[in-house]
Structures are given as structure tokens and as C-alpha cells.
């Protein structure tokens, strides 16, 4: 019987502590479409949820100069001198499910 008990006990401490973990969607983070400046550079994102992929595009000044559609879920667009070398690089997120 006490066997049993402790069993129950690690189980249900177990399914209490994963319950979360285990239905991660991208409906879940409610971030908007970007569209985000740094420097000369506009990043726009559309995400699209029939297919569940995210459009990003890319413009200097008025001209699209990069498009790429990706499985995963773009959620943010930053940028970093990672070197401490005076140059920024661009980071960008994503989310993955």
C-alpha cells in the first residue's frame, strides 16, 4: 500500500510539474506582425496562420531587397554590438514551438 501511495505522489507531482511544458503553440505568445527600422534597414513580418509560417521581408528605403518564408515564428527583430567592436549585428527571434 505504500508503495502504491508513493507511486501516486511522484506521478501526479510529475504531471503537475509538465502540464505546461506540454502544449506549447505559437497561438500562445499573441505577438503581432513586425515591422521594425534600424538604421536604413525595414524588417516586415506576416505571419500567416493557415499555414503557420512567417513571411519576413526586408527593405533599403523604399526597394525589398530580401524575402524569405520560414516554418517558424518570428518574435523579435534587435540588434547588438556583439564584438564590442562598434558594428551592430542583427539578431533576429525565433520561435520554434
Same mark, same amino acid.
Given at each position: 500500500?505504500? #508503495?502504491?501511495?508513493? &507511486? @501516486?505522489?511522484?506521478?501526479? +507531482?510529475?504531471? $503537475?510539474?509538465?502540464?505546461?511544458? %506540454?502544449? @506549447?503553440? /505559437?497561438?500562445?505568445?499573441?505577438?503581432?506582425?513586425? !515591422?521594425?527600422?534600424? #538604421?536604413?534597414?525595414? /524588417?516586415? =513580418?506576416?505571419?500567416? =496562420?493557415?499555414?503557420? =509560417? &512567417? &513571411?519576413?521581408?526586408? /527593405?533599403?528605403?523604399?526597394?525589398?531587397?530580401?524575402?524569405?518564408? %520560414?516554418?517558424?515564428? +518570428? &518574435?523579435?527583430? %534587435?540588434?547588438?554590438? $556583439? !564584438?564590442?567592436?562598434?558594428?551592430?549585428?542583427?539578431?533576429?527571434?525565433?520561435? =520554434?514551438?
Amino acid at each position: 500500500m505504500r #508503495g502504491k501511495l508513493s &507511486t @501516486a505522489i511522484i506521478v501526479f +507531482i510529475f504531471l $503537475l510539474c509538465n502540464y505546461d511544458l %506540454s502544449f @506549447a503553440q /505559437f497561438e500562445n505568445l499573441n505577438i503581432e506582425n513586425l !515591422n521594425i527600422e534600424l #538604421g536604413e534597414f525595414l /524588417f516586415k =513580418t506576416s505571419y500567416e =496562420t493557415s499555414a503557420y =509560417t &512567417t &513571411t519576413l521581408k526586408i /527593405f533599403k528605403g523604399e526597394k525589398e531587397i530580401y524575402k524569405k518564408v %520560414s516554418d517558424d515564428k +518570428i &518574435t523579435g527583430i %534587435s540588434e547588438y554590438d $556583439l !564584438n564590442n567592436d562598434g558594428k551592430l549585428e542583427i539578431l533576429i527571434d525565433r520561435y =520554434t514551438g
